[in-house]
């Protein structure tokens, strides 16, 4: 019995681990979204502080590049933070699936629930976390990726039209 109270333990500290891990990624694009926000609107002040006469054509390719890989790492940033809603079908951590039962369903599934049950719903639950995790983290991935390669050419861009 100890050693099932040990493996349950553990299981929860997997599980508190998981959603730090979820939440670290929906932290990671705040600054994402602010950064490539703000690069967003200083291209689109120096755009509209020249004349469209005057513009180079070098700086209206590299502000047009720049502007769809910033809103494309927005829209990525806006991938991750999407909530993941679906978990195991029978958990009784999951918050989706304990709110689709009635109270008194919930309450008896719970109350009746042994150690190996709840090892099993944790367990489960993990499991989920992981697959969460790795998706919110493989949209900030490509989100930092396209804020990274729209930067030299918003550089380039602003620089270009700060001359004009």
């Known amino acids: 019995m100890a050693a099932d109270s040990e493996r349950l333990a553990h299981a929860r500290w997997v599980l508190e681990r998981q959603i730090h891990w979820i939440a670290a990624a929906e932290v990671k694009v705040g600054v994402v979204i602010a950064i490539d926000t703000g690069l967003l609107g200083a291209l689109a002040g120096a ?3 020249n004349r469209a006469t005057t513009h180079a054509y070098f700086g209206l390719v590299c502000s047009f590049l720049a502007a769809v890989l ?3 790492a927005i829209l990525c940033a806006a991938m991750t933070v999407l909530p993941r809603v679906d978990g ?10 304990i709110a689709a039962k009635l109270q008194a369903e919930f309450e008896r599934q719970f109350t ?3 150690t190996d049950d709840f ?3 944790c367990v489960a639950q993990i499991h989920r976390n992981a697959e ?3 998706a919110k983290f493989g949209w900030v991935r490509k989100s930092m990726w396209c804020s990274f390669v729209a ?5 380039a861009a ?3 039209l700060v001359r004009a």
């Open 47 to 49: 755009l509209n502080g």
């Open 70 to 72: 910033l809103a494309l």
């Open 88 to 97: 195991p079908p029978s958990s009784m951590i999951f918050f989706g699936r």
């Open 112 to 114: 009746d629930a042994n």
């Open 119 to 121: 090892l099993g719903d």
């Open 132 to 134: 969460i995790a790795c």
């Open 151 to 155: 930067a030299p050419l918003w550089a």
């Open 158 to 160: 602003i620089a270009t």
